[in-house]
């Protein structure tokens, strides 16, 4: 069964291409022009990815409302900015509100595709089993990848797609440093400094709001990241 995606754009040349082009790569495509018209849908069923632009019609962040509402939908629907918006403030805003990732519109056809791929492969990867033992503990964190559940003293953390991996990718190996290069590896994605260290603030922030003083994800200055067991 070919994967269903929905695209948010309110520009009516720019939302056919896309839709067009993914539908060639074999996707079953849903387009939208504004943020109520798509909510109204997803509310009823969700997607497998959305791809969501920021200002949609009279509305110069909707997309940022919609990704917010998306998260509150479910944790780990894979979500993808795609918009001309090329600053660090709107990519660091759009990855604080729980995107999997933040792509520009000058990103070539093939690189979105592989993009897109990749989340996929990431999602499919968690479901599958791993030699039929998918729960991994370390200290106070458990972490089950058929469930896509992280628990931290055994209260739930909602983490999406990405901020999982990270998780996992550094837990596995406790004390271990994971650099970009490990963590691109590890997690099946393309990611740069600025969006690793947006997505690492974003996870403290949710363990800290259930054990404010937690400290298990170290950095590692000019080296990357580690996780500690107490």
Not at 80 to 94: E, K, M, P, V
Not at 107 to 113: A, G, N, S
Request: proline share 4%.
């Amino acid at each position: 069964m070919s994967k269903h995606i929905a695209l948010v754009e309110d520009e009516p040349a720019i939302r056919d291409n896309y839709a067009d082009a993914l539908r060639k790569q074999g996707y079953d495509v849903a387009a939208y022009a504004n943020r109520h018209d798509a909510m109204k849908r997803f509310r009823v069923r969700l997607p497998d990815l959305i791809l969501i632009d920021i200002g949609l019609g009279d509305e110069p962040e909707g997309g940022f409302d919609m990704c917010r509402e998306l998260r509150s939908l479910s944790p780990t629907l894979p979500i993808i900015f795609l918009t001309a918006h090329d600053s660090d403030f709107d990519a660091i805003s759009g990855l604080r509100l729980g995107a999997d990732d933040y792509l520009t519109k000058d990103i070539t056809m093939p690189q979105l595709f592989a993009r897109i791929a990749a989340l996929f492969r990431r999602l499919e990867a968690l479901r599958a089993p791993v030699n039929q033992n998918t729960r991994l503990t370390q200290g106070d964190l458990m972490i089950d990848t058929n469930r896509l559940l992280v628990e931290w003293k055994g209260e739930k953390i909602d983490l999406t797609l990405t901020e999982f991996w990270i998780v996992y990718s550094l837990a596995h190996i406790p004390g271990y440093v994971k650099n970009r290069e490990h963590l691109m590896n590890d997690a099946k994605i393309f990611v740069d400094e600025g969006t690793i260290t947006s997505h690492v603030k974003r996870i403290r922030k949710k363990f800290k709001a259930i054990d404010p003083v937690f400290d298990c994800i170290e950095t590692m200055y000019g080296m990357g990241y580690r996780w500690n067991i107490g």
